[in-house]
């Protein structure tokens, strides 16, 4: 067995030879085979031992796995979790461990975590998924290996089965401790494998092969469409393009929505996709779908993205000629005789018709600025230039006596422009780079 997952290491490209590993090890079956077989390989190992602290027999395993790693001259390092008896324990369990694991992989300088999933497991978790909805990635199962930004999950086990894992243990003496956890049915996963599984292989008994053929496919399918989403987003810089959108295949469409909220970390369950979906073929030309996490996925004729919720405030700012520079929000304001900045915004004025203060502000509903023409409402300013309604409140809007003289980037006033050929300051615009 040793040399099968050697060449199944190599074949899913997992991990190099001699790499440090942190291998993740509950005292069970699978995980003190994965243990034995790593160390055999000849990888850098480093134990990660979570004492969950639910049975008696965990202050055992403890100390047989302390014990384990003094012997064989192996770093361990221990988490203990505090059983809080509530409905969320299993959830919140699987977050501290993970972030467990990420602290020793930082401690060690290691890039790889292994875990000890096998086929078994990924036909529950393929059958769980089924359950409760996914994508097509989910669809697929346990991924032998998952790389983030600063590690990769490998799973160097995966293609075999636990019946597998058990008979290595028994002949090559690898002791391992049972949990009884695992017998009861309190848990979905718990009872997928005692009651689902065992009818499946009653009516197939190379069921797990198949799983596993069905597993491979469907990731394949999930890679090719992927590598199009990255693909698109990174072209549209994480936009969804109208036009080019609509002619994507249902598929196509449904994972660069995914990919797209994986990129702000949101949720991705059928329900959003669905009313995304809903949003960008409505013939409303904007609209918006209000995510978790004070974020917004947000159509607007034809673009749509996500964007974070701003908070603007309407609160005024005066400027006066003696200031030399007024900030807000984004933007730096100022008065000058010479205009240095090339790329800034600015309207020319006559100093004798000027009266200060100016004021700096947002929009209000009912604003309206004098053009050569007569009053125009700002609102209908906005519509004319497709500003986005989360953007409106974000261009400033500059008041002078009580009256706009300026809706930065889009329309100076009549008094404004009367000014042009007897102007002697500039009043400027900057836009911060706040990148910096």
Known sequence: MINLVREYIKKENLISDNEAVVVAVSCGADSMALLDIMRRLNYRVIIAHVNHQKREQSKIEEEYIIDYANKNNLPIEVLHLEYNHNNNFHDEAHHKRYHFFEEVL???????????????????TIILNIMRGSNLFGYGGISAKIDYKNYSIIRPLLFLSKADLEKYDEVNNVKFFLDESNLENDYKRNRIRH???????????????K?????????????????QSIKYLEKTKNNIELPSFNDFDIALKKDIICLLLERYEMDKNQRIIESILEILSSEKTTNSLTLAGNKEFVKRYNLAYII????????SVEINLNQEVIYKQKYRFYFTKNIGNTNAKYIKLCY????FPFMIRSYKENDEILMPYGHKKINRLFIDNKIPKEERLDIPVIE????????YNLAKSKMVLDMKDCYDIYFVCEVLDIEK
């Not at 974070?308 to 609160?315: G, H, I, L, R, S």
């Open 106 to 124: 930082k401690k060690y300088n290691a890039k790889f975590l292994a875990t000890a999933h096998h086929a078994d497991d990924n036909a529950e």
């Open 195 to 209: 009651f689902i599984i065992p009818l499946l292989k009653d009516e197939c008994p190379d069921y797990l092969n």
């Open 211 to 227: 799983i596993t053929a069905y597993s491979k496919q469907v990731k394949e399918a999930f890679s090719f469409i992927r590598n």
């Open 308 to 315: 974070e919720k701003n908070v603007y405030t309407n609160d």
């Open 352 to 355: 004798n018709r000027l009266a």
């Open 400 to 407: 002078m006596n009580k009256e706009v003289i300026w809706v």
